[in-house]
């Protein structure tokens, strides 16, 4: 247990609709980071926030939009989903922010667009 | 686009015999790092390598190092089933605060 929970651990839904996916980082970790994992595309680094502030930003499409709030959780929202949005999305989280140091996963979400 | 890329995309192996997985990168870096991911569950940190070190040892874990070449290796010695599970690359280029992971190796390891 890497102390990262995601929820919901499970979602389907359908084109053009909204989902929102939380995260909860380690006890003292200040730094969340999103990331995409597809078949085809491999893990995709989304964007990271560092102390509630957006540090640095991957392949997000505008379509998706993140936040962290004051006791650190994160939301991640996608919006007008597509079929090709089907994918497990991590949240990981680290003491240090960028790549100075390990990061610590959660479980996952997996999203199926249907 | 990927930063690293593992070399092979997937290897089979018995019990008790080594496996060995690189990962090469484009770009100068701050430090190298490996994860391992079971079948659809989170990744986890395996170990961490800075750019001014060039080899490391953690358990039955050994990681080597060659910025000239860009290039770091990942050595599992006396394997075992449940290593079974996909190892990725990641890289730190230091400057612009992205961790950047390979599309990995499928280890296979059978009892």
């Known amino acids: 247990d890497s102390g990262v929970t995601q929820t919901p651990k499970h979602l389907i839904t359908a084109t053009g609709q909204r989902v929102t996916l939380r995260c909860s980082p380690r006890s003292g970790d200040l730094s969340v980071y999103w990331y995409q994992q597809s078949l085809d595309q491999g893990l995709q680094f989304l964007i990271q926030?560092?102390?509630?502030?957006?540090?640095a930003k991957g392949n997000i499409l505008e379509r998706f939009s993140a936040q962290q709030f004051p006791d650190l959780h994160s939301e991640l929202n996608l919006s007008s989903l597509e079929l090709g949005d089907s994918a497990l999305y991590f949240c990981a989280s680290s003491v240090v922010g960028g790549g100075r140091g390990e990061q610590f996963f959660g479980p996952g979400t997996r999203l199926t667009v249907l | 686009s990927q930063q690293g890329e593992e070399d092979p995309q997937a290897l089979s192996i018995q019990e008790g015999e080594n496996a060995t997985m690189n990962c090469s990168y484009k770009?100068?870096?701050?430090?190298l790092q490996w994860y391992r991911q079971n079948s659809g569950r989170g990744l986890v940190h395996l170990i961490l390598i800075r750019s001014n070190e060039r080899e490391k040892h953690s358990g039955r874990l050994r990681v080597t190092l060659d910025t000239s070449k860009k290039s770091s290796s990942l050595l599992i010695t006396a394997s075992r089933a449940a290593d079974t599970a996909s190892y990725f690359c990641a890289t730190d280029p230091g400057s612009n605060y992205k961790l950047t992971f390979g599309k990995g190796t499928l280890l296979t390891v059978n009892p």
């Open positions: 926030y560092y102390n509630g502030e957006e540090r």
């Open positions: 770009t100068s870096i701050n430090n």
